[in-house]
């Protein structure tokens, strides 16, 4: 496991400041950050974000403020060295969370799980049982609360005095919720995991490997699903490309980050 010393080095792209890190080194700050019980709220950009940052101010604030901003999408990376940027690698958000499943198994940690529905939330649990027993479940909570319940999970989640939270939560209930609870739950560790839980649930199948390597994983969802998600995909990626080729004439001036600074990280 890599123990990062120092500051990452960091990548200048569509206007963000991206970490240069492989997985290994993220699972060591985390595990850093869970025995020093400082901060390390991640992220991860893929073509959508990227496209949508732009005009969408609550997702952009909420790349802004993470601690440590990942290249989820294979096309980011592949961006990033055409505008000699060149991130070492893909760190998909999936990858990670079971990364991060397996430093808690290693070391009897503990983890909060929120998002998804009930029955995938459960399906969740059971995968967490089975593949990393010693990973501890120490509380959960589907996905479908409104605003006013939003401080009661918040409390939960504080209470349970876990280690790790994973958020299964869609934008932008995801950004409103740790906008509003963040630094209330006291928690080291914190993952935005997308559709991850439906993937460990096996509600949803990822692609295999080498769609993987080839950065066709979106095509492998949209034959899954291609009347709700072809659409999406062709205007995204195509947006994507264009922004590319806007990127290499011009670059975007970086975006001022949140006005709230960030105290007691463990990456600074």
């Given at each position: 496991m890599t123990a990062l010393l120092g500051p990452a080095p960091r990548r200048?792209?569509?206007?963000?400041?991206?970490?240069?890190?492989?997985?290994?080194?993220?699972?060591?700050?985390?595990?850093?950050?869970?025995?020093?019980?400082?901060?390390?709220?991640?992220?991860?950009?893929?073509?959508?974000?990227?496209?949508?940052?732009?005009?969408?101010?609550?997702?952009?604030?909420?790349?802004?403020?993470c601690d440590v901003l990942l290249a989820d999408g294979q096309s980011v990376v592949w961006a990033s060295r055409l505008l000699g940027q060149p991130l070492p690698q893909r760190v998909a958000g999936?990858?990670?969370?079971?990364?991060?499943?397996?430093?808690?198994?290693?070391?009897?940690?503990?983890?909060?799980?929120?998002?998804?529905?009930p029955s995938v939330l459960r399906g969740v649990e059971e995968a967490v049982a089975r593949r990393w027993p010693g990973a501890r479940v120490v509380g959960s909570r589907d996905g479908y609360f409104g605003a006013a319940a939003s401080a009661e999970v918040a409390a939960g989640i504080a209470a349970s005095g876990a280690d790790m939270l994973f958020i299964a939560m869609p934008s932008p209930h995801k950004e409103i919720f740790l906008g509003t609870h963040g630094p209330s739950l006291g928690v080291p560790v914190l993952h935005g995991v997308g559709g991850s839980f439906d993937v460990l649930s096996g509600l949803t199948k990822r692609a295999p490997e080498r769609w993987q390597r080839w950065g066709m994983e979106w095509l492998y969802r949209v034959l899954q699903e291609p009347g709700r998600l072809w659409r999406r995909y062709l205007t995204t990626n195509t947006a994507f490309v264009l922004l590319l080729i806007r990127e290499r004439i011009s670059r975007t001036r970086p975006y001022d980050p949140p006005t709230t600074a960030k105290e007691g990280t463990a990456h600074e």
């Open positions: 200048q792209l569509f206007g963000l400041r991206l970490d240069a890190l492989t997985a290994d080194d993220v699972i060591g700050l985390a595990d850093q950050a869970v025995q020093s019980r400082r901060r390390l709220l991640i992220g991860v950009v893929n073509a959508a974000k990227v496209v949508h940052l732009r005009s969408d101010r609550l997702l952009r604030e909420s790349l802004l403020e999936i990858d990670l969370f079971e990364q991060l499943l397996a430093l808690a198994d290693r070391d009897r940690r503990s983890v909060y799980l929120l998002g998804a529905t």
